[in-house]
């Protein structure tokens, strides 16, 4: 790209436009305070005239031809120039002109006003040119024409597109959502475009069909369609420039960064220009590769192509410049040739793109430079397919090497295993000779291929391993077993030697199932015993006091085993007791956690019990003062008849009993002291709450004692819970449900929820009384359901949905109009009748779970259905 020349002209340029091959260049501006100016440059930058008036000009438009001049002036007035700059005649209008247009020969033209009209001249008329005007409800902010004239698109600023046609008749209109900024015509009128503010890029067909639509982020700047109307060009207010086909298609959009922009756009549609307030201006292939970027010398805000693409014109505030493509033209010639030679050196297909690249030097010879830069695109389009088709051939050759070396690494291992591997070699050989002829994506295909062969070796291989390390284990059990004269081995012998005879002629199944046999029937042996036990026990018992336990925890923790179950099957109680206290001080080196702690206890409480079943009451003296129950020591203390010892440890009991008591008081002083003067002031249950937090759960529950509401109650039936006092719960359940029923005696409809819950309690409490972990399992289940319900029920923040959701729960714990319920729920709906005999089944089992998920599909489903908010709410007391 080459700036051809530079001009600075007097005062400032508003509107500029530009014949066909910008043989002519035409500028309207403002000069001195006030004034109008217009300027006529030729292609090699010489001033042909100008011409001056009282008010600036704002739009101007020549035709393609160059004959014909046309300006809209702040004066009301429409001017006519010919090309030498003679005023042929003008025409007054109420208001300002905002926009003109020519068609390609200059006899028809179009403008638009403020004054909300559309005006249409005729210069083949030879005494009046003007033929007609079209008003509109706003301004006229944007008009278009075919090249013949024969149709014109105008936008106003009452949001509407409309569509006229040479005798001013109105085709048809379209009310967009905001003002239009701006439209473009194709050649022959088969694709109007326009811009609104309102975000949107609209194109229609000539019958007024809108064909799409297309949102960008901000208001449509400016707009411009190809003469084919194959390709559209905008730039939105959001920094964007977008570019699209004739079918709305999105083709790219590119990231610019500035508000203002104003687009341009060569007669084929393959070269968009892009200029934007800061003065960036870019050329885009429609592809959307990026030919130029360049930094204009000042802020422009008007740039146009020629229809050829061979010049391109920039305007600013005083200066244009006009530059020539052609050496960028040259430049990207060379380039191509670069990029064919690299392709080259990759291994691509060049011949098709330096066919191609012969093809834009014979346009550029014969000046046809639209066709350089399509054939430029073609050769980019056809580099990247052949770079595409050699990586893809590339990645084909690399993975096909790297799957048959696997293959042949596979082969291998499996020979060494003595593991049959003809079909793989098959396979590889197949792979190998496509390789060979180049014929990568078939080598790799075969290769690929021999994955479920691969897969039953990898199966046999795992086998083998499999068999040996089962022989092994059992011949290195045999040779333990041996030293052991009470253990028999002649059957294993007969079990393994069929094993290594399986194993030496492939059959590891057979291998494997003789060896499991072998090394079991030695378990089973050993574990029968005396000298195998007591060998393994001590040898644990080693282990454990020299501290190595990590590396040895599967032989220690086998050993154990051992023993504990042979002990405990001849009810050796004194060695049984031994080997709880080995496992418990094992566990105590092994793991220091809460975990160890507690096996270690358990381990060694299991020890006193064995050692007192052997009547060594001395030794479980001994442990349970090493684990410090000392309430147990006393105990054998006195079984064994040693008083005074028993009451020395009876003195430690309580007085630990004392200091933990002591201090549960002590941590609780001040939480009293706070409860004390909450409840002096009313305000119970943040007494109850601050006493719970310091576990102090018998004195909240007293302090609730009496209170009614329904918080109260909720928290008190929770403290009760815990403290497993059902006696007290079941009366706290009494009372609340006579309150209950006191309140719906007199409507008070909003406890309907909590009334129900309280009832799903009290009914079930009854029946699980006795019951012990389970009974504490379900109440807790029931304590979890009732608590949203009486929290929200409390708050008044209760739905009528939720207080539907009680009355079916009453309507069916108490059995009022239960057959009209079952009724219902036949009648209107199957499912639910289903998942009321699944209720039924789970409630004779006690599932409270599973009644609770049905209490859900039950409120979500079955209750907005069938008691709707408008309707009233059911009779529930008798």
């Not at 079209?134 to 409309?162: E, P, Q």
């Not at 922009?261 to 292939?285: A, E, H, K, P, Y």
């Not at 093809?359 to 000046?367: F, I, T």
């Not at 396979?427 to 994955?451: K, S, V």
Request: proline fraction near 2%; charged fraction near 30%.
């Amino acid at each position: 790209m080459v700036e051809t020349w530079r001009y600075t002209i007097e005062g400032y340029a508003l509107d500029m436009d530009i014949s066909n091959g910008a043989e002519l260049i035409v500028i309207g501006g403002v000069i001195g305070e006030n004034n109008g100016i217009i300027y006529l440059f030729d292609k090699s930058g010489r001033l042909l005239w100008k011409y001056t008036n009282p008010e600036p000009f704002s739009s101007v438009a020549i035709s393609d031809d160059g004959n014909f001049i046309v300006a809209g002036s702040d004066d009301h007035q429409t001017y006519f120039f010919d090309r030498r700059g003679l005023l042929l005649w003008r025409y007054a209008a109420d208001k300002k002109i905002r926009c003109v247009e020519a068609s390609e020969d200059g006899q028809l033209l179009v403008t638009g006003s403020d004054d909300n009209n559309v005006y249409f001249f005729d210069n083949s008329r030879r005494i009046k040119r003007f033929a007609w005007k079209y008003r509109f409800d706003n301004s006229t902010s944007a008009v278009a024409m075919s090249k013949k004239g024969n149709y014109i698109l105008a936008g106003s600023d009452d949001h509407g597109i409309y569509a006229l046609d040479s005798d001013g008749q109105l085709m048809w209109k379209h009310t967009a959502k905001g003002p239009i900024n701006c439209v473009s015509v194709s050649k022959f009128a088969d694709y109007l475009v326009a811009g609104s503010q309102d975000g949107n890029i609209y194109c229609f067909n000539i019958g007024g069909k809108e064909t799409w639509a297309m949102p960008t982020g901000g208001s449509v700047q400016d707009i411009k369609v190809d003469l084919r109307g194959t390709t559209i060009a905008a730039y939105s207010q959001d920094g964007f420039l977008y570019c699209l086909d004739e079918r709305g298609t999105l083709l790219w959009k590119m990231d610019i960064g500035d508000p203002e922009g104003r687009v341009s756009i060569t007669d084929n549609g393959q070269l968009i220009m892009c200029l934007v307030g800061d003065g960036r201006c870019f050329v885009f292939t429609r592809e959307g590769g990026i030919l130029l970027e360049f930094q204009t010398r000042e802020s422009t805000w008007g740039a146009m192509f020629s229809g050829d693409g061979e010049n391109f014109v920039t305007v600013g505030a005083r200066i244009i410049n006009f530059y020539d493509t052609r050496p960028a033209l040259v430049s990207l010639i060379q380039s191509c040739r670069d990029s064919i030679k690299r392709a080259n050196r990759q291994g691509s297909d060049i011949q098709d793109a330096m066919d191609l690249q012969k093809s834009a030097v014979q346009a550029y010879k014969g000046h046809n430079y639209l066709e350089v830069f399509e054939s430029l695109m073609e050769v980019e389009n056809s580099l990247n397919q052949s770079k595409a088709v050699a990586a893809q051939q590339r990645s084909f050759r690399n993975e096909a090497s790297q799957t048959i070396n696997l293959l042949q690494t596979r082969k291998e291992e499996a020979d060494d295993l003595s593991i049959d591997t003809s079909k793989l070699k098959d396979e590889i050989d197949g792979a190998m000779e496509a390789f060979r002829d180049g014929d990568y994506e078939d080598a790799l295909e075969i290769a690929r291929g021999a994955e479920p062969i691969l897969q039953d070796i990898g199966k046999a291989v795992k086998q083998r391993q499999r068999a040996e390390y089962a022989l092994k284990q059992a011949q290195r059990e045999f040779s333990k077993a041996q030293v052991y004269d009470d253990v028999k081995l002649d059957e294993v012998e007969k079990y393994l030697g069929r094993a290594l005879k399986a194993f030496d002629s492939g059959n590891f199944q057979s291998c494997l199932e003789y060896s499991s046999l072998a090394y079991e029937f030695l378990l089973k042996a050993k574990s029968k015993s005396p000298k195998a036990i007591e060998k393994e026990l001590k040898r644990a018992k080693e282990l454990i006091a020299s501290g190595d336990i990590k590396e040895n925890a599967n032989t220690i923790e086998g050993a154990l085993l051992n023993s504990i179950t042979y002990y405990m099957d001849s009810n050796d109680y004194a060695a049984l007791g031994s080997c709880y206290e080995t496992l418990g001080n094992y566990w105590k080196q092994k793991e220091s956690g809460e975990v160890g702690v507690r096996v270690y206890r358990s381990s060694m409480e299991a020890s006193i019990y064995s050692y007192h079943d052997a009547g060594d009451l001395d030794r479980c003296v001994l442990i349970a003062k090493e684990i410090e129950n000392f309430r147990a020591a006393a105990k054998y203390l006195e079984v064994a008849k040693r008083p005074e010892e028993a009451t020395a440890l009876w003195e430690v009991v309580e007085a630990r009993a004392s200091e933990d008591l002591q201090k549960k008081l002590e941590a609780g002083e001040p939480a009293r002291k706070e409860a004390e003067v909450l409840v002096e002031t009313h305000k119970t249950m943040e007494a109850a709450t601050v006493l719970a937090k310091k576990n102090l759960l018998e004195e909240a529950a007293d302090v609730l004692r009496g209170e009614s509401d329904l918080r109260s109650v909720l928290f008190l039936t929770r403290l009760l819970h815990q403290l497993g006092d059902y006696d007290r719960l079941v009366g706290v359940l009494n009372t609340t449900e006579s309150s209950l029923r006191y309140e719906l005696a007199h409507g008070n409809t909003g406890v309907l929820s909590a009334y129900g819950t309280i009832l799903l309690g009290h009914e079930y409490l009854s029946s699980l009384m006795g019951m012990g972990k389970e009974a504490e399992r379900v109440l807790e289940e029931i304590a979890h359901f009732a608590s949203d319900y009486m929290s929200r029920v409390a708050s008044k923040e209760a739905t009528a949905e939720e207080v539907s959701d009680g009355v079916v729960v009453y309507h069916y714990l108490k059995g009022h109009n239960r057959e009209d319920l079952l009724r219902l729920i036949r009648t209107r709906s199957g499912p639910m009748w289903e998942l009321l005999e699944t209720l039924e089944e789970r409630l004779e089992k006690r599932d409270l779970r599973g009644f609770k998920q049905f209490l859900q599909v039950l409120s979500s489903e079955f209750v907005p259905k069938y008691y709707p908010v408008s309707s009233p709410l059911p009779r529930v007391l008798p």
